[in-house]
């Protein structure tokens, strides 16, 4: 049905894009590999969701709904489903895979989750070199950018249990704090909303660190006070 709305009703894309997620994260359909495979390719391989995520023609807001969407299907956190999804996405040609333009949506952040969902969509495939080269049409830079990704999400993994306390730690010092109802009505998020929010603000550093450079000269003959 997601793939007939997205025919007949191009200008909606985004909103059914999200309705559908809501809805297959939700109710938890039954599914085959035959459907997840329709979904991600489309009826007669055209139409298919791995050819909206690389839309950018169309829209490039649709495109980063589709590639959010895909994300969250391939997440264990969304998606009871996740395993049937990646095993699904793992078994396509790898240029089946570049239909997603991953490298552009690296590229193109534009402040966006759209670059840690490919980061983390291309993870989630476990692909050799040679086919992770192939889904990235060829891209030295975006290769370089995933693994130095992929290099400091291991930091940070390794930093967080190097100095996460104890359960009995934890206990002692918040079993007697009482919340201070300073903000009523505000809902506390949840630990996987924070590390969203944490991987989001960290690549977006990180990218800004990589296109910065220092001029030839030093100061370039502007004098320091």
């Given at each position: 049905l997601l793939l007939v709305h997205l025919q007949d009703l191009p200008n909606n894309k985004v909103a059914l894009l999200r309705t559908f997620e809501g809805w297959v994260l939700k109710a938890k359909p039954q599914l085959t590999e035959a459907d997840v495979q329709l979904l991600y390719l489309g009826f007669e391989l055209q139409g298919g969701l791995l050819e909206e995520v690389g839309a950018f023609e169309h829209s490039e807001v649709s495109a980063i709904a589709a590639l959010s969407l895909l994300n969250r299907l391939l997440s264990h956190e969304y998606?009871?489903?996740?395993?049937?999804?990646?095993?699904?996405?793992?078994?396509?040609d790898p240029s089946v895979l570049a239909r997603m333009r991953l490298s552009h949506h690296i590229l193109r952040d534009r402040g966006q989750s759209n670059r840690l969902d490919a980061f983390q969509v291309l993870e989630s495939l476990e692909l050799p070199q040679d086919k992770l080269m192939a889904a990235l049409m060829q891209d030295d830079f975006t290769l370089r950018e995933f693994r130095r990704w992929q290099e400091s999400q291991q930091s940070w993994l390794s930093l967080r249990t190097l100095h996460q306390p104890s359960l009995t730690s934890r206990r002692r010092t918040t079993g007697n704090i009482e919340p201070s109802g300073l903000l009523p009505g505000r809902r506390a998020l949840s630990t996987r909303e924070y590390r969203r929010i944490a991987d989001s603000a960290f690549t977006s550093v990180q990218m800004c660190l990589s296109t910065f450079t220092v001029p030839d000269g030093g100061n370039s003959g502007v004098p320091l006070p």
């Open positions: 998606s009871t489903e996740a395993p049937l999804f990646r095993r699904v996405l793992r078994r396509l």
